[in-house]
Structure formats: C-alpha cells, structure tokens
C-alpha cells in the first residue's frame, strides 16, 4: 500500500521532522499514492515510505510527530480569489445580509447609517444580484436615500460586477439625467432618471476614486486575518485575482511582518477592469513588482477582464440573452476587446514569459480568448507561457480540445457549479437549458484540458472553504443542502481527480509546478493532517472535513486548537 521513496538507509543524514503512523496521499505523478511517514529536512522532503524506511532520519534533534493513523496529503491551493476584500468587508465594512431581499439590506444600511460618524461612508456587502430588476426603478433609489439618512452610500452584489448608489453618491459622482456611461460600463436609468444603479467596473470607477481609501493598517489586518483564515481551512498556496499596486504593497508587508504569511501568494496584476483602457497596471507593475518578489509572494501573471457577468448583461454569449425589454431578442452581450485587442494586450506579455489570467465567463468571450491566444502563439511561437482564461462557466463543445492544443489552462469555478440561489437568477437571464449545462469541467477533462480550480470568494460565493469546492466537484449538489437537485450530473469527477486539481493541478497552474502540490522527494514539505479519511467517508460529508494541522515549507503553521474542558 504504502509507497518506498526513501534513499538507502546508510546514507541518511537526520532529518529536522519526521510524521510517521498516518496515511498520506501524495497525489504523485505515477506510482504508489500513499505513504506512511515523510522526513524533511530545510523544508523539503528527504524520505517518503514507511515508518520503518523513514525510521532512520530521526536523529537527537529530530521533531517527530505521531499522525495516530490519521489521513494527510498535500496543501489544497485556490487558484482565484479575493482575500484582502473578503477579509476587509467582513472586517470594516457594512454587512448585508446575501440572501434577504430589498427590505432586509435597507434595514441593514439604517442601522450602519445610524452607528456613523458624521463624515463617514455606508461601504457595504454584499447584496443580492437576484435584487437587480427591483433596483432598476426609482422608488428603490427614494427607499435608499431614506434608509441612509443623508450619508453617503456605495453597495456592492455578489458578483462584484456591479454597485448600487444613493442620490447623495449620484450627486457627488455628476451622474444626472442624460449622463454617458464610459466605454465597458452602464448607468441604469428609470424614465429618464438615474437609479443608482452602476453595472461594470467602468460605470463605477468614478464613485470608487470618491470613497475614502482603505487604510493601510485596516489592509494589513486584512491580509494577516485573511491568510489565517486560509491557512486553517488547509490551503497553502493562493493566487489572489486582482492586485494593483495597494494590494500589492499589503501583501509585500504582510510578508515582511514579524509573523510572516502561512502560505503562497502568486499575484494576478492589474491589467485592464471592463474595458479595452488600460489600468496603472500591467507590464508596468509586473516591472515595479520584481523587486518585492520572494517564495511567498509570487507576483508572476497579469489578469485582464474580457467579458463580465451575464446579471449585467456583460458576458458575451455566442446565442442570444433571454428576451427583454431593454435589450430585445438577439441580444449576446459584447467582450471588452476586439481580437486584434486582445492580441495587442497579450502579445508582448508572452513574449516575456510572463502569463495572463482571462476572464471571460460567456462562450463568447471563451471562444474569443482563445482566438487571441492562438494569435500570439502563431506569433511568438508555442513556447510561451501557460495562460489562464478563468471561470470557463460557459464553453462551446468545438472550444474545449483547443485548451489542450494551446496550453491554456482552464481556471474553473466549482463553488458556482452546483445548485445555489444564484441559479433562477442566471435561468432569468440564460434560460434553464443553457444554465444546465453551467461548469463542463468534465468534459473539459475529457478534452486534456490543463485544470484549475478557484474559489473567487467574496465574489458569487460566501466562503472560500475548499472542501465546499471539493464536495461539489463530485457530487455537484450543494454541500449544504440548501438548494435541492443536481447541476449537470454527468459533469462530476471522482474524488481523487477532485483532489488533484485542488493540489497538483493548481500548483502547475500557478506556476509551482516542481515546488508544491504533492508529496514528492525535493519539493517543499506543504502538508496538512485532517480529522477524517476522505477515501474512507461518505462523499457528502468532504465538506465537513477540519484541518487538524497545516505546515508549510516543513514549518508548523495552524494547529487546531486544542478544546479547553468546561469546570464541573
């Protein structure tokens, strides 16, 4: 059962750590996939086997830890998401409640609008996007302004792709009846008026360059609590899918603090934000970004928005929306870029070596990420970079070999691809049919597409749990039972192939490849020890796995604590 990977005995020099009785699952390219004990030494694997084989690495000074039979594996990673944000909002801003209706995230910026200081902002999270048709009238826009008492109010919905404002916002913003949206972004208006709400990051640049900064300390704290977080869910490596330059800098000093980071941050720069004009951003501050770069903070990839959001009507579609009164019959929404564009952004970035991240959530804006890719391959040769084109939600059959054919990875998005409450919403917008075949990870499998898998949280999910994800990918019903049924059942993996792209697929996705992912000789000791044997539960229970322990780079970096006995 248990693999052999130890050098000959004879030559064994002690190790820093031994973990022996347990089973670890090591998720190796070939060979035996379990281990019963792993030496390390300067934070990377010096001998996998059996107790017996890595019994002589234990020297006078050797740490060893006693896994009592219980399952480990590799660190998990997440491919896409926003921890900063996530953390912030919980932290320092307004919370909404994500599931109640208009009355219940009034009710909630009263009471944030009440607790103010004079000058303050309501900044709030995250509201509904299944609110969007009732935020289109004016009479939502008059209950705002009364519910926030003069101040202020900038609210965010669970797709990040759009904001919803008070009157006092609109003013400052000189957003009025008649006002031109930038390119990229919409104001909604309601018999002539303004509503408030801004659909696209263009539609709200303006209004976010009026809210008051986020406070550098209040960014740090972020992080730090962030990171934590993560770390004791079992993740040992993120790729954080927007940075610019702030979060940049939060990042570089979390890792300078006194208490350093308990995992790996590779960086996605700002590139472009729904539209074509380019952000401070890009090959610019891949540049500045070297100088910051270390082993835990990997600022390697530029993102770049293709498409948005099909509640916004954004994400381009290669068949028509549902029909609708503002946007009639043959609508399919429009990408950011033309594809000569595209190519002009992605072009000089591969020719660097240096690898984008796409989003592009329609099969229209799939389709039209890979025609750019393609380009810049027949341009600068096969050898580039393996870029990301994220979420993937929709992808035309003829579209999935091409992943496969150009080296780009599929960055999925499996907390989405299960039944949420997000689903009448995207049937509204889509149609049943097409969202029945939402998340064709599978298929994609099928094709030999390279896999990733990212949470996106804050974004469309209230929590970025891996083991949610995980549960999700092989049973494609919602973990917590909150929603019934079954999303496109015939899309499901096994559990080990789940596992897979949750360490090893991501990590050579993330460009650690070589470093992280596995339980192989050489690379970095990136381990967790859970509390129950995934191969030996019921599938519905994955979600419900605890880390018991996360060590990274061989160090000890969460331990569950220990529960402290009650007084008789």
């Known amino acids: ?88 909002e919980a932290l320092y801003s307004c919370t909404l409640p994500p599931e109640g209706g208009l009355p219940e995230v009034l009710a909630a910026v009263k009471a944030c609008a009440q607790r103010a200081g004079p000058d303050d902002w309501i900044v709030g999270a995250a509201y509904s996007s299944r609110m969007a048709p009732a935020l289109e009238k004016r009479e939502a826009l008059r209950l705002l302004d009364d519910a926030s008492g003069g101040k202020p109010v900038v609210l965010r919905d669970d797709t990040f792709h759009n904001r919803w404002v008070n009157s006092e916002v609109l003013k400052r913003a000189g957003i009025q009846a008649g006002a031109t949206p930038p390119p990229g972004g919409l104001y909604v208006f309601d018999q002539g008026e303004p509503t408030g709400l801004l659909k696209e990051f263009p539609a709200f640049d303006k209004v976010q360059q009026l809210v008051p900064p986020r406070r550098p300390d209040r960014l740090l ?18 790729q954080d899918a927007w940075v610019d330059r702030t979060l940049l800098d939060t990042w570089h000093r979390a890792v300078q603090s006194p208490q350093g980071l308990p995992l790996r941050v590779v960086a996605s720069l700002a590139g472009n934000k729904g539209s074509t004009e380019a952000e401070p951003g890009g090959a610019a501050l891949y540049d500045d970004a070297r100088a910051l770069r270390s082993d835990l903070l990997r600022p390697d990839f530029v993102k770049f928005f293709v498409d948005g959001v099909p509640m ?26 033309s594809l000569p564009q595209l190519v002009a952004a992605i072009a000089p970035l591969d020719a660097r070596g240096i690898p984008v991240k796409l989003h592009a959530v329609g099969d229209g804006a799939v389709r039209l990420s890979l025609d750019a890719i393609a380009e810049v391959r027949r341009l600068n040769g096969d050898q580039g970079p393996r870029h990301q084109i994220a979420h993937v939600n929709w992808i035309a059959s003829s579209d999935l070999p091409r992943f496969k054919a150009l080296n780009v990875t599929a960055e999925v998005s499996p907390m989405l691809w299960f039944p949420t409450p997000m689903k009448p919403v995207l049937e509204h917008f889509l149609g049943r049919a097409r969202v029945d075949r939402l998340g064709q990870v599978a298929s994609l499998q099928k094709a030999g597409a390279p896999l990733a898998a990212g949470s996106d949280w804050p974004a469309g999910t209230p929590t970025p749990d891996p083991w949610v994800g995980i549960e999700g990918l092989v049973t494609r019903r919602h973990p917590l039972g909150l929603v019934p049924g079954v999303l496109g059942a015939g899309e499901r993996l096994s559990l080990e192939d789940a596992l897979r792209l949750y360490t090893r697929g991501n990590a050579e996705a993330m460009g650690l490849g070589g470093v992280s992912g596995s339980v192989e000789l050489g690379r970095s000791a990136d381990l967790i020890v859970l509390d129950q044997h995934l191969f030996k539960v019921p599938v519905e229970r994955i979600h419900r796995t605890r880390v018991l322990s996360t060590w990274l780079q061989g160090r000890l970096v969460y331990q569950q604590p220990t529960p402290t006995k009650e007084a008789p």
Do not use: C, K, N
Request: charged share 15%.
């Open 1 to 88: 059962m248990f693999s052999t990977l130890a050098p000959p005995a004879r030559a064994a020099e002690p190790a820093d750590l031994v973990l022996r009785h347990g089973h670890i699952y090591r998720v190796p390219e070939r060979g035996s996939a379990w281990a019963q004990a792993v030496a390390i030494r300067a934070g990377r694997y010096v001998a996998i086997g059996t107790d017996a084989e890595v019994r002589p690495y234990i020297g006078p000074a050797t740490q060893v830890v006693d896994l009592q039979g219980r399952m480990a594996m590799p660190g998990l990673a997440d491919a896409h998401i926003h921890p900063i944000d996530g953390a912030y």
């Open 312 to 337: 916004a009507y954004t994400s381009a579609m290669l068949d028509p929306y549902q029909p609708s009164h503002e946007h009639g019959h043959d609508f399919r929404g429009q990408a950011h870029f």
């Open 221 to 238: 704290q972020a992080a730090q609590t962030a990171a934590a977080q993560l770390s004791a869910m079992g993740l040992t490596s993120i």
